[in-house]
C-alpha cells in the first residue's frame, strides 16, 4: 500500500490544486486565519469596491470541518480524480476548461436573486459529480451501505440526502444545472447536430502548456475537410465501457463497482462525438 505522501503525489494536477485549495482555505478559516465573510461572493462589493477576488476564492471554501465538508472533499478525491484519470486523461486542458466553465455558470446562475450564494464550492464539486455520472452511467454505487444504485442516478440520491439530513439543497441543484449544461454543449448536442459549441479556447491549452500541468497535449487539431464524420469516446453496443470506474478504496462515501456491461441499454456510443470541422 502507498504512503499517503505518494498517494498525493500520484493524484492529477487539476483535481490535487483544487482539492488542496479547499483543504487550506477551510483550514485557515477554522484556525481564524481569515474569516469566511472576506472570500464570500457578495456582488455588492465586487463592484463597488473592486472585491474581484471574491470571484474565485468563493469556490475553496466548503464549509467549516464537518461531516458534509469530509463527503465533499471525499467527492473531489474520488469522482473529480476519476474523470481526470478517465475520460479526460491526457486532455488536462479540457478538464480544467470543464472546471471553468462551471465556476463561470455558477457564477452567472448566483447572480440571479433567487440562486443567490455566497459560497459556490459546494456547487462546483456536485457539478463534478453531475458529470461523473454521466460518464460512468452504469457504475454501481453503494451509498453508506444501504442502497445500491446506478451512477447515472446518484446526483439525485445525494441530493435526496441532503434534504433527509436538513442540507440546503441550493448548492446541489446548481450543480446539477452547471453539470447537465456541460455536458449538453460538448456530448448530446455535438451528437444531435454535429456541432460542438464548447470547444476548449486555445488559451487554455496555452495555459497548461506553459504551465506545464499534467501530460504534455498535443495542438488542438485544426479543422479537417477531409470528410470524417466523428472522434470521441464509442462504445460497442452490450460491450464494455472504455473507463471502467476504479473499485472503493474505503471512503465510506459511495462504493463504485467496475462497470458492467449494459447489454439492454440499446445504445451504441456515447461523448464527445461530432464531424470535424462542423
Not at 21 to 39: K, N
Not at 145 to 169: C, E, H, K, N, Q
Not at 261 to 269: E, H, I, L, M, T
Request: net charge positive; with cysteine.
Amino acid at each position: 500500500m502507498s504512503s499517503p505522501a505518494e498517494f498525493y503525489k500520484s493524484l492529477p494536477p487539476i483535481s490535487k490544486a483544487y482539492g488542496t485549495a479547499c483543504l487550506l482555505f477551510t483550514a485557515a478559516s477554522q484556525l481564524g486565519l481569515c474569516h469566511p465573510v472576506d472570500i464570500a461572493l457578495l456582488y455588492e462589493l465586487v463592484f463597488s469596491n473592486y472585491q474581484v477576488w471574491r470571484l474565485i476564492t468563493n469556490f475553496f471554501f466548503l464549509g467549516k470541518f464537518s461531516i458534509n465538508f469530509g463527503i465533499r472533499l471525499l467527492m473531489i478525491a474520488r469522482y473529480g480524480v476519476q474523470l481526470e484519470s478517465g475520460p479526460f486523461q491526457r486532455r488536462t486542458a479540457d478538464f480544467l476548461w470543464m472546471m471553468i466553465f462551471g465556476a463561470l455558470t455558477l457564477l452567472a446562475l448566483s447572480a440571479i436573486p433567487f440562486f443567490r450564494s455566497p459560497f459556490l464550492g459546494m456547487s462546483l464539486v456536485f457539478m463534478l459529480l453531475y458529470v461523473w455520472s454521466r460518464e460512468f452511467p452504469t457504475a454501481n454505487i453503494n451509498i453508506y451501505g444501504l442502497v445500491t444504485l446506478r451512477a447515472f442516478y446518484l446526483p439525485w440520491a445525494m441530493l435526496g440526502l441532503d434534504v433527509i439530513f436538513g442540507s440546503p439543497i441550493m448548492p446541489d441543484l446548481l450543480g446539477i444545472i452547471a453539470g447537465h449544461l456541460y455536458y449538453f454543449l460538448t456530448v448530446l448536442h455535438p451528437l444531435a447536430t454535429g456541432r460542438n459549441l464548447l470547444k476548449t479556447p486555445m488559451w487554455v491549452h496555452k495555459l497548461v502548456m506553459r504551465w506545464r500541468i499534467g501530460a504534455p497535449t498535443a495542438t488542438p487539431a485544426q479543422p479537417d475537410n477531409s470528410g470524417a464524420t466523428f472522434r470521441g469516446r464509442s462504445y460497442r453496443v452490450g460491450g464494455p465501457t472504455a473507463y471502467p470506474a476504479q473499485p472503493d478504496r474505503g471512503s465510506g462515501v459511495a462504493t463504485t463497482n467496475p462497470v458492467q456491461p449494459d447489454n439492454g441499454s440499446g445504445v451504441a456510443f456515447r461523448g464527445r462525438s461530432y464531424r470535424l470541422g462542423g
